[in-house]
Each structure stands twice: as C-alpha cells, then as structure tokens.
C-alpha cells in the first residue's frame, strides 16, 4: 500500500505505473462511522486486490460525511467484478449504509467540449489531450458559431455548429440533447457563452463544468478587465465549478489568482486572464476525469 506522505505527483506516478486493464477506482461515500476504512481494505485483501492509493476525509468525524477514494490492481477484474459488487453491496451498502462506485481506470470518460468564439480554453484542452495529459475521450466540440471549426479540424474531432436563437434556446437545446445523450460522461464549457437552463441540465444526466473569471460577482456582464482596470485590481484569477441552475455558484473545482500590477493595462490583465483560466479548466477536468472530485452539497472535496 502506498504512503500516505506521498505528493500528489507522486500518487499520480504511482496510478499510472500499473496495468489500465487492471487498474481500479474505488468511491465511497456516506455518514462517518468507526470501521469503514477497515471494512473497504478487508473486502479488497479478500478479493485479491493490492491497494495502490487511498485518500480519505471526514466532514466531521461525529455526525459527518465521510469521502474515500481509493486505487487498486487486480488481475482479471472484468471477470471478478460481479463478486466484488456482491460483496461491496453486502457490506458497504447494507451492511454501513454507504454509496460506491467502481470504475476501471482505462475506461476514458467521453467528453463534449462546448465553446463560441473565444478558443484559448477550448483550443487548450485539445491540445493537451492530444500530448495525453488528459485521461479523456473528447468526443464532439460544440459552438454556437462556425468560426472555431478550421481551428479544430486538426484534431479530427466532430465539430457541430448549433446556432441559438436569444428568443427562443428550446430548438438548440433539443439538438444540443440528441448530440449528448448516451455519447458522453461530462460536458466542458470553455467560453461558451449561452445560457445554461435547468431544463438541460436536468435532461442531459452528466456533470457540467464552467471556467469563467473571478470578478464575479464584482463586475458583471460585457468587458470586465477594462472595469477591473479602472478600479486597479492587484489580482486576477479564474473558477471552475460544477453548473447547476444557479448560474455561476455551482460547487467550485478549482481555483487560481495571478497579481497584476498598476501598469498592466485591460489588454494585459486579459491575456494573463487568459492564461490562469486555461490552467484552471485543465486542472478541473483532469480530476474530474480521474475521479478526484467528489461532491459534497455545494461544495466538493479534491483528492489531488
């Protein structure tokens, strides 16, 4: 079993060293009680499983939510599998009231990236999952306009233009939903600047993540650096959260700020903006896709 003292990179080496086909996450989730970490590495040992990571927290170790996830190697899974959720059923579910997931690490969660004009997220995140950084499948880029389509090609992704009619979003929205369901794990907005509705977000089954920059609530609306500019902001910085139908205080995955100074102009502070935002979204997606983030009300606990 790996040290607990080990930086995340560390940990993330580790994963990576063993056998995809072999490898498996394990989260498990509920009210706090004695025993539970001792339950999960017991059930394991019996099935022959050898602990590869695990990382845990407790809300509140009287009364709380307790998180784990966990990492392990066992040799012929897909044929051990139905005995091993037998057994997690039996003695997590019914036997300590809590909820679990198992997912085989070389199963790639697919993903839908939606973007409009603005392509330094968007152009960012393909980049990186071409160079294999990010454990995905990127399975259609999306836009409102066709303006981003030449840039795509290269990475031979499906490109879908939808346009969206302010008066009336139900036509995009439809097509939007016959694109995704059943074709994706995770929808990514990277600078996809349309309305979120609840009724899609209720309909399309999966989580939604949103960058945006964090002057919010502060300054609203069209051209927030120049505003940000004029009230001599030293700091700017960038959230990636889950979307629900709050728009902009879904949980928050991530976050970074880089300081500015009085000489920077708006254009500047943009384009640094720029830059914290891409690393931001990627990290967001990258523990999203390794099942590093669990939800907790609106909050999120990250295993980095």
């Known amino acids: 079993m790996a040290s607990t003292t080990e930086t995340s990179a560390e940990r993330r ?35 022959g499983a050898n602990i590869i990571t695990l990382d845990q927290y407790s809300t509140d170790p009287e009364g709380g939510r307790f998180y784990q996830r966990t990492v392990f190697q066992l040799d012929g899974f897909a044929a051990s599998r139905p005995e ?26 697919r993903v839908a990236i939606f973007a409009s004009k ?35 090609r290269p990475f031979n992704i499906p490109y879908f233009y939808v346009p969206v009619d302010p008066n009336d979003r139900s036509a995009a929205e439809r097509r939007h939903l016959d ?38 609530p502060a300054f609203l609306g069209a051209g927030p650096y120049a505003r940000a500019k004029e009230r001599g902001v030293k700091l ?13 205080e879904g949980p928050i995955i991530e976050q970074d700020v880089v300081r500015v100074r ?22 967001a997606v990258e523990w999203h896709c390794e099942d590093r983030v669990l939800r907790d009300g609106n909050s999120t606990i990250v295993f980095r």
């Open 13 to 47: 080496r580790v994963e990576a060293t063993g056998d995809p086909q072999s490898s498996v996450r394990l989260i498990v989730s509920g009210e706090d009680r004695p025993g539970i970490v001792a339950a999960v590495s017991t059930l394991l040992n019996e099935a």
């Open 84 to 109: 091993l959720e037998r057994v997690l059923e039996e003695r997590l579910t019914k036997g300590l009231g809590l909820e679990w997931s198992l997912r085989p690490a070389g199963q790639l969660k």
């Open 118 to 152: 603005t392509d330094h997220c968007l152009l960012d995140l393909l980049w990186r999952h071409r160079r294999g950084e990010l454990p995905m499948t990127v399975a259609m880029v999306v836009s409102n306009h066709p303006d981003l389509a030449e840039e795509v």
């Open 179 to 216: 694109l995704l369901k059943g074709n994706v794990d995770l929808v990514v907005l990277a600078r996809y600047m349309q309305i979120i509705t609840g009724g899609f977000l209720e309909e399309v089954g999966v989580p939604v993540i949103n960058i945006h920059h964090s002057f919010l």
């Open 236 to 248: 700017i910085g960038a959230t990636a959260h889950y979307v629900t139908e709050d728009l902009d």
């Open 262 to 283: 009085h000489s920077d102009s708006a254009g500047d502070l943009q384009r640094r903006g720029a830059d914290v935002e891409r690393a931001v979204l990627a990290r």
